[in-house]
Nanobody, 124 residues
Framework: QVQLAESGGGLVQTGGSLRLSCAAS????????MGWFRQAPGKEREFVAV????????DYADSVKGRFTISRDNAKNTVYLQMNSLKPDDTAVYYC?????????????????WGQGTQVTVSS
């Protein structure tokens, strides 16, 4: 069982930066892949980024590639999402999720555990 808790969301102007954190509980965190998803009002929840347990393999949605960076600290059971050059289109609730099978997956159905989400609002 893994419990996830996101933090770090807030209001930022266009071009600004935020760093989201996701703290995980559970002894098996190190073997899980961790993903970030987001959901804007009236839209489907969409993939943002994923990182494998070792931290050496990552994948990003095209819309955030080059602006967002996912990383993890297994000693702290925490995964991060550094978001730079933010745009109004990045406004959404951001969720972290855990894949126990350690894959690099974009489909949300592959993730078993989810956090409650943190709001990110980018003003124009």
């Amino acid at each position: 069982q893994v419990q996830l808790a996101e933090s770090g969301g807030g209001l930022v102007q266009t071009g600004g930066s935020l760093r989201l954190s996701c703290a995980a509980s559970g002894r098996t965190f190190r073997s899980y892949s961790m993903g970030w998803f987001r959901q804007a009002p009236g839209k489907e929840r969409e993939f943002v980024a994923v990182i494998r347990w070792s931290g050496g393999s990552t994948d990003y949605a095209d819309s955030v590639k080059g602006r967002f960076t996912i990383s993890r600290d297994n000693a702290k059971n925490t995964v991060y999402l550094q978001m730079n050059s933010l745009k109004p289109d990045d406004t959404a609730v951001y969720y972290c999720a855990a894949d126990p099978w350690g894959r690099l997956e974009r489909m949300r159905s592959n993730y078993i555990y989810w956090g409650q989400g943190t709001q990110v609002t980018v003003s124009s």
